[in-house]
């Protein structure tokens, strides 16, 4: 368990991170908080010859809002995200999710940009920014692009960054105050892998109807699942349990994909239904809560 | 009085400081690092091992092969009598010939450092011819299947037929037959496996670093391969965080660190990582049980009929087949049931070979007797306490004999009263007490496992005790530790006998240069073997020190006795001498006691020094044990929550009430672990696919329901003069029993939670889901 021998760099600015991975190229890989990438080092899947650590740029972590807008730097530690009184008040779906990512431990030294990066399909930051629609900044040597978040993630641990890229900032346009959100996981082992996961957003109008809702299923195909027709099924009906019930039978199945002994796929697909509920139910219990 | 009181363990200080010293701790002038290319491969044929690149590598000191080794080398001897002649499956230091399982050492790399070794390691290039990988115990069976050894993939098949099963089973009023599985997991100690090998060539001797459990065992094993003198090895057992079983057996390793030190004049440092423990520890449990219960119509159980196959990996390793062996042996639990039927087959794989962890067999046992039972109370329309009462052995009928044996001993329980236990545990849980059955959607259950666990095997342990001249007293024990506890157990006893504070009490073990002989620490034995042999030792030490006193003052033995610490004569104010006056007095040369002279040299005193070795005895000691268990189960899911957990158990007298909780909550997390989480899995390829923690899910903090542990001291152990029965195992022996009968009562589940792990989708088949529901 000792990584293969690699070049290590440590630049202190951007420039020089894309300077190294230009002379690079596909010999390299950027470390953010490594708990995915070192132990990939460790048992030697992951063998880049230079490997260059994005911990010593400051302007890379942090948040800070605008308006409405909130920026989070990519190389926010979950546990500083998680703690953040702005992302708790602004971004609640994020807060609440954060709690399911990892553990204590490697929250503390795991980053948001990471998470997002490594596109583990189980993985709930992306789910969230999916929820979101969030805006993902893309840096490379000479230019920044946007990407929305639903299409960052391409695959299974596959994005759109291109090499000599790097996610540098995600952009969120934080929701009405008045919005509800909720998030159900299902776990072998709290803070572990998800067998399946859901995100929901939902909000309501003066009378009690559902104005908008946003429903995303993780875990169970290669790309969070977003779930348009279950949201659409819900805006302007009252989101009784009996009609949150009718509204999560309208989730895709058939995209479901992910199969293993131990979590089947047809267990998946009974599940999950189940969850979104949870998650829709928990959205619109907070959502009228804080109309009243 | 020491013994029965709740001391902290003198061992947490340390630890808690980080001022433990564990293998990795230790470091020798010019040492080298080792690293073991293992097999990639389930089953392979070698054609060639070339190592010229891996030496090329600057920092590497040598490449060793099987081709090194001694062609008459033996394979590791197993240290257990077996069912059979089970030599045909003994395993090598290395492959030869062929591989059989991912993960079997093939080449040993030594260099400066362990980062270079792992370099060089992807070097070494090795031609194989793969085979088709056995995994499943059933296909091994089967004329088609590949061979694992050319003797066959049926290792052994051997059982018991007690009493006329078949009559029982014709006549039965009810039957419950179901098969129940329960998953291939291990131990996972805190801390990997590690060996420093240091030999000293002018002298011809070899200091190791690193065992224990059994180093004598060991030191003796490694001297018969190596061809030296059983004196002239010594084995040092450091701080160890846990074995459970698996650490300290004598693995390919234990030869190959030794053997690479011998041969470059250098010490050598191995630091298995936890990548390689996943694949070269032994596995341990898996195995399926075939359970047929017969009972009458008052609810007498008639018989029990079982099939056993057990997968025992690709090689026999140190505990033979010792799991299924006491699996067979104990099955028929706490109950007195004579009719017993058991046909038990040991089969080999391509998977790394197995040993014991913890409660090993007995856990498996539980389980399968425990949830037939289950099965049998709901088909006849009893409560499941009442038919379990009404089967237990009762008082008088101790000591009970099974009619079975393992390991050559005969399963025996020497003492106890279970019912007077059953009915305390069953009130203190509440048992019958109404309760909701559900609560916020979740369906609620309540089961519960009584069980018997066997402690205090093996043939016999040893210590000497030395006294100083300022009282202070040394143990050496034949015994070792693992974190258990047993530095303060060991001294308690000493403390209460010589009547000397604990401080001044120190314990120290598994080390084969401090004492001749040692038994080891298995089997939940230390309390009982190495407490009985600190029991004989310090009384030894007690007599000799008066009988030294009366030598001394003149006065008769019966006059003086021994209290504070000091010899006093009748009712004086004053003691005559204090123990470390009396250690004094004995020390060879000294004046003060003069010994008869005689011709020639004068036998001179030997100190107030005392060894002793205690005889272990076949039964051992019995502890029943009840377990119970509310849970909570989501329907719609299959999650599960243990709500609360209570293990009851007759220990016969406790040495330390802290250490006995503490050793029921752990065994108690271990069996959630194996009830729910863990799981060595394999593919068809004969990969290992649970590599690492992310895979091997254990459980942590927010798993662990509130555990009560109720501790009685009813009937102590007949078979030691300390009344003293093992706890080491009580723990985790019934969790996967109670646990599961209390999660198939929530459901009323008729038919599954018959297989382990109990994941959320193998709960919700046991009641049937559709998709989309």
Same mark, same amino acid.
């Given at each position: 368990?000792?990584?293969?021998?690699?070049?290590?760099?440590?630049?202190?600015?951007?420039?020089?991170?894309?300077?190294?991975?230009?002379?690079?190229?596909?010999?390299?890989?950027?470390?953010?908080?490594?708990?995915?990438?070192?132990?990939?080092?460790?048992?030697?899947?992951?063998?880049?010859?230079?490997?260059?650590?994005?911990?010593?740029?400051?302007?890379?972590?942090?948040?800070?809002?605008?308006?409405?807008?909130?920026?989070?730097?990519?190389? %926010?530690?979950?546990?500083?995200?998680?703690? &953040?009184?702005?992302?708790?008040?602004?971004?609640?779906?994020?807060?609440?999710?954060?709690?399911?990512?990892?553990?204590?431990?490697?929250?503390?030294?795991?980053?948001?940009?990471?998470?997002?990066?490594?596109?583990?399909?189980?993985?709930?930051?992306?789910?969230?920014?999916?929820?979101?629609?969030?805006?993902?900044?893309?840096?490379?040597?000479?230019?920044?692009?946007?990407?929305?978040?639903?299409?960052?993630?391409?695959?299974?641990?596959?994005?759109?960054?291109?090499?000599?890229?790097?996610?540098?900032?995600?952009?969120?346009?934080?929701?009405?105050?008045?919005?509800?959100?909720?998030?159900?996981?299902?776990?072998?082992?709290?803070?572990?892998?998800?067998?399946?996961?859901?995100?929901? *957003?939902?909000?309501?109008?003066?009378?009690?109807? !559902?104005?908008?809702?946003?429903?995303?299923?993780?875990?169970?195909?290669?790309?969070?699942?977003? !779930?348009?027709?279950?949201?659409?099924?819900?805006?302007?009906?009252?989101?009784?349990?009996?009609?949150?019930?009718?509204?999560?039978?309208?989730?895709?199945?058939? =995209?479901?994909?992910?199969?293993?002994?131990?979590?089947?796929?047809?267990?998946?697909?009974?599940?999950?239904?189940?969850?979104?509920?949870?998650?829709?139910?928990?959205?619109?219990?907070?959502?009228?809560?804080?109309?009243? | 009085?020491?013994?029965?009181?709740?001391?902290?363990?003198?061992?947490?200080?340390?630890?808690?400081?980080?001022?433990?010293?564990?293998?990795?701790?230790?470091?020798?002038?010019?040492?080298?690092?080792?690293?073991?290319?293992? &097999?990639?491969?389930?089953?392979?044929?070698?054609? &060639?091992?070339?190592?010229?690149?891996?030496?090329?590598?600057?920092?590497?000191?040598?490449?060793?092969?099987?081709?090194?080794?001694?062609?008459?080398?033996?394979?590791?001897?197993?240290?257990?009598?077996?069912?059979?002649?089970?030599?045909?499956?003994?395993?090598?230091?290395?492959?030869?010939?062929? #591989?059989?399982?991912?993960?079997?050492?093939?080449?040993?790399?030594?260099?400066?450092?362990?980062?270079?070794?792992?370099?060089?390691?992807?070097?070494?290039?090795?031609?194989?011819?793969?085979? %088709?990988?056995?995994?499943?115990?059933?296909?091994?069976?089967?004329?088609?299947?590949?061979?694992?050894?050319?003797?066959?993939?049926?290792?052994?098949?051997?059982?018991?037929?007690?009493?006329?099963?078949?009559?029982?089973?014709?006549?039965?009023?009810?039957?419950?037959?179901?098969?129940?599985?329960?998953?291939?997991?291990?131990?996972?100690?805190?801390?990997?496996?590690?060996?420093?090998?240091?030999?000293?060539?002018?002298?011809?001797?070899?200091?190791?670093?690193?065992?224990?459990?059994?180093?004598?065992?060991?030191?003796?094993?490694?001297?018969?391969?190596?061809?030296?003198?059983?004196?002239?090895?010594?084995?040092?057992?450091?701080?160890?965080?846990?074995?459970?079983?698996?650490?300290? +057996?004598?693995?390919?390793?234990?030869?190959?660190?030794?053997?690479?030190?011998?041969?470059?004049?250098?010490?050598?440092?191995?630091?298995?990582?936890?990548?390689?423990?996943?694949?070269?520890?032994?596995?341990?449990?898996?195995?399926?049980?075939?359970?047929?219960?017969?009972?009458?119509?008052?609810?007498?159980?008639?018989?029990?009929?079982?099939?056993?196959?057990?997968?025992?990996?690709?090689?026999?390793?140190?505990?033979?087949?010792?799991?299924?062996?006491?699996?067979?042996?104990?099955?028929?639990?706490?109950?007195?049931?004579?009719?017993?039927?058991?046909?038990?087959?040991?089969?080999?794989?391509?998977?790394?070979?197995?040993?014991?962890?913890?409660?090993?067999?007995?856990?498996?046992?539980?389980?399968?007797?425990?949830?037939?039972?289950?099965?049998?109370?709901?088909?006849?329309?009893?409560?499941?306490?009442?038919?379990?009462? *009404?089967?237990?052995?009762?008082?008088?009928?101790?000591?009970?004999?099974?009619?079975?044996?393992?390991?050559?001993?005969?399963?025996?329980?020497?003492?106890?009263?279970?019912?007077?236990?059953?009915?305390?545990?069953?009130?203190?849980?509440?048992?019958?007490?109404?309760?909701?059955?559900?609560?916020?959607?979740?369906?609620?259950?309540?089961?519960? !496992?009584?069980?018997?666990?066997?402690?205090?095997?093996?043939?016999?342990?040893?210590?000497?005790?030395?006294?100083?001249?300022?009282?202070?007293?040394?143990?050496?024990?034949?015994?070792?530790?693992?974190?258990?506890?047993?530095?303060?157990?060991?001294?308690?006893?000493?403390?209460?006998?010589?009547?000397?504070?604990?401080?001044?009490?120190?314990?120290?073990?598994?080390?084969?240069?401090?004492?001749?002989?040692?038994?080891?620490?298995?089997?939940?034995?230390?309390?009982?073997?190495?407490?009985?042999?600190?029991?004989?030792?310090?009384?030894?030490?007690?007599?000799?020190?008066?009988?030294?006193?009366?030598?001394?003052?003149?006065?008769?033995?019966?006059?003086?006795?021994?209290?504070?610490?000091?010899?006093?004569?009748?009712?004086?104010? +004053?003691?005559?001498?204090?123990?470390?006056?009396?250690?004094?007095?004995?020390?060879?040369?000294?004046?003060?006691?003069?010994?008869?002279?005689?011709?020639?040299?004068?036998?001179?005193?030997?100190?107030?020094? #005392?060894?002793?070795?205690?005889?272990?005895?076949?039964?051992?000691?019995?502890?029943?044990?009840?377990?119970?268990?509310?849970?909570?189960?989501?329907?719609?899911?299959?999650?599960?929550?243990?709500?609360?957990?209570?293990?009851?158990?007759?220990?016969?007298?406790?040495?330390?009430?802290?250490?006995?909780?503490?050793?029921?909550?752990?065994?108690?997390?271990?069996?959630?672990?194996?009830?729910?989480?863990?799981?060595?899995?394999?593919?068809?390829?004969?990969?290992?696919?649970?590599?690492?923690?992310?895979?091997?899910?254990?459980?942590?903090?927010?798993?662990?329901?509130?555990?009560?542990?109720? #501790?009685?001291?009813?009937?102590?152990?007949? %078979?030691?003069?300390?009344?003293?029965?093992?706890?080491?195992?009580?723990?985790?022996?019934?969790?996967?029993?109670? #646990?599961?009968?209390?999660?198939?009562?929530?459901? =009323?589940?008729?038919?599954?939670?018959?297989?382990?792990?109990? %994941?959320?989708?193998?709960?919700?088949?046991?009641?049937?889901?559709?998709?989309?529901?």
């Amino acid at each position: 368990m000792k990584p293969a021998p690699f070049d290590y760099f440590a630049p202190t600015t951007l420039d020089e991170v894309f300077e190294l991975l230009s002379k690079y190229g596909d010999d390299a890989r950027v470390i953010a908080g490594g708990q995915s990438l070192v132990p990939m080092l460790a048992l030697r899947l992951a063998r880049p010859e230079v490997l260059i650590d994005l911990n010593r740029i400051p302007s890379l972590a942090g948040i800070s809002e605008d308006g409405g807008t909130l920026r989070i730097g990519a190389m %926010t530690r979950q546990a500083r995200a998680l703690a &953040s009184d702005v992302i708790r008040n602004r971004l609640p779906l994020l807060h609440q999710a954060l709690w399911n990512v990892g553990h204590p431990p490697t929250r503390a030294r795991g980053t948001l940009g990471g998470s997002i990066s490594h596109a583990d399909p189980a993985a709930e930051t992306p789910m969230v920014m999916m929820a979101y629609n969030a805006s993902m900044v893309i840096a490379g040597k000479d230019n920044e692009r946007i990407v929305e978040a639903g299409d960052f993630t391409l695959g299974t641990f596959e994005t759109c960054l291109e090499d000599g890229e790097i996610l540098k900032e995600i952009i969120v346009d934080a929701p009405r105050s008045d919005e509800g959100i909720g998030f159900a996981e299902l776990s072998r082992r709290r803070g572990d892998f998800a067998m399946v996961s859901a995100a929901a *957003r939902l909000r309501l109008n003066a009378d009690g109807t !559902c104005a908008d809702a946003h429903l995303i299923i993780g875990a169970v195909a290669p790309v969070p699942l977003r !779930c348009d027709a279950v949201a659409q099924a819900l805006v302007g009906t009252e989101p009784t349990e009996q009609r949150l019930r009718e509204a999560v039978g309208l989730i895709d199945l058939d =995209s479901f994909s992910f199969d293993n002994p131990e979590v089947s796929l047809a267990y998946r697909r009974h599940i999950a239904p189940t969850l979104a509920f949870r998650a829709l139910a928990q959205a619109a219990g907070k959502a009228s809560g804080l109309h009243t | 009085m020491a013994i029965g009181k709740p001391f902290v363990r003198v061992e947490d200080e340390r630890f808690l400081r980080g001022e433990g010293r564990f293998t990795a701790d230790y470091a020798l002038p010019h040492m080298v690092e080792a690293h073991v290319l293992r &097999s990639p491969y389930a089953h392979a044929e070698i054609r &060639s091992i070339s190592t010229d690149q891996a030496l090329a590598l600057p920092g590497v000191h040598a490449v060793f092969t099987g081709d090194d080794l001694p062609s008459d080398l033996p394979p590791i001897q197993c240290r257990i009598p077996t069912h059979g002649d089970l030599s045909a499956y003994l395993q090598f230091p290395f492959a030869r010939g062929k #591989v059989r399982y991912v993960g079997e050492p093939l080449a040993l790399i030594i260099a400066d450092t362990r980062a270079i070794a792992e370099d060089a390691a992807e070097l070494v290039d090795v031609d194989f011819e793969p085979l %088709t990988a056995v995994t499943d115990p059933s296909a091994a069976l089967t004329e088609a299947s590949a061979k694992v050894h050319e003797r066959g993939n049926l290792a052994g098949r051997w059982g018991f037929d007690l009493g006329d099963v078949a009559t029982a089973l014709d006549t039965a009023a009810f039957t419950a037959s179901d098969r129940f599985s329960i998953q291939r997991h291990s131990a996972m100690p805190m801390e990997t496996r590690g060996l420093l090998a240091s030999y000293d060539a002018g002298r011809n001797l070899l200091d190791v670093y690193g065992p224990t459990k059994v180093v004598h065992t060991n030191r003796n094993m490694l001297a018969s391969m190596l061809g030296m003198g059983e004196a002239e090895i010594r084995m040092i057992e450091p701080d160890v965080g846990g074995s459970f079983g698996a650490r300290g +057996e004598f693995y390919p390793e234990d030869y190959l660190i030794p053997f690479a030190s011998i041969r470059l004049k250098r010490p050598v440092r191995w630091i298995e990582d936890r990548v390689e423990h996943f694949a070269a520890i032994n596995h341990s449990r898996d195995c399926v049980f075939d359970v047929t219960v017969a009972a009458d119509a008052e609810g007498v159980i008639t018989a029990f009929d079982v099939k056993l196959v057990c997968d025992m990996g690709s090689f026999i390793r140190t505990h033979g087949d010792v799991v299924p062996s006491h699996a067979a042996a104990s099955f028929p639990g706490p109950y007195r049931v004579r009719n017993y039927r058991i046909d038990a087959m040991t089969v080999m794989t391509n998977k790394t070979p197995t040993g014991t962890y913890r409660a090993p067999g007995m856990f498996e046992a539980n389980f399968a007797r425990e949830r037939a039972i289950d099965r049998l109370a709901d088909r006849m329309g009893l409560e499941r306490a009442e038919l379990r009462r *009404r089967n237990l052995i009762q008082p008088e009928e101790m000591p009970w004999h099974v009619g079975t044996e393992s390991v050559k001993r005969p399963t025996i329980f020497d003492s106890g009263n279970f019912p007077l236990i059953f009915e305390r545990a069953t009130q203190a849980f509440g048992w019958s007490a109404p309760f909701e059955r559900e609560v916020e959607g979740w369906k609620r259950g309540r089961g519960m !496992c009584a069980l018997v666990e066997p402690s205090g095997l093996g043939p016999f342990e040893g210590v000497r005790i030395e006294v100083d001249q300022h009282g202070r007293v040394q143990i050496f024990s034949g015994s070792s530790n693992q974190g258990q506890g047993h530095e303060t157990i060991l001294a308690q006893i000493a403390s209460e006998i010589l009547t000397v504070p604990m401080e001044k009490v120190r314990v120290r073990h598994g080390d084969t240069g401090i004492i001749t002989f040692g038994g080891g620490t298995y089997a939940s034995r230390t309390a009982i073997m190495g407490g009985n042999a600190v029991h004989a030792a310090s009384t030894g030490v007690r007599q000799k020190a008066l009988g030294a006193a009366s030598r001394k003052f003149g006065f008769p033995i019966e006059d003086l006795d021994l209290r504070e610490g000091a010899i006093w004569h009748g009712m004086k104010n +004053e003691p005559l001498a204090s123990l470390g006056d009396m250690a004094r007095m004995l020390m060879p040369g000294n004046q003060e006691i003069l010994v008869t002279p005689s011709a020639g040299n004068i036998p001179d005193n030997d100190g107030l020094v #005392v060894t002793s070795y205690v005889r272990g005895v076949s039964a051992g000691a019995a502890v029943f044990a009840v377990h119970l268990a509310d849970v909570l189960v989501d329907p719609a899911t299959g999650e599960t929550k243990v709500e609360r957990y209570m293990v009851a158990c007759d220990v016969g007298r406790q040495l330390n009430p802290l250490i006995v909780e503490g050793q029921i909550i752990g065994g108690v997390a271990q069996g959630l672990g194996g009830t729910f989480l863990e799981e060595l899995s394999y593919n068809e390829e004969g990969q290992l696919t649970t590599g690492t923690f992310a895979d091997y899910l254990m459980p942590n903090v927010y798993d662990m329901p509130p555990v009560t542990s109720l #501790v009685f001291e009813e009937s102590p152990a007949t %078979t030691n003069i300390l009344g003293v029965k093992g706890v080491g195992e009580v723990g985790p022996s019934g969790v996967a029993a109670a #646990v599961g009968n209390a999660i198939a009562n929530a459901l =009323s589940a008729t038919s599954g939670i018959n297989t382990l792990p109990l %994941t959320p989708q193998r709960v919700i088949e046991a009641i049937g889901f559709e998709v989309g529901a």
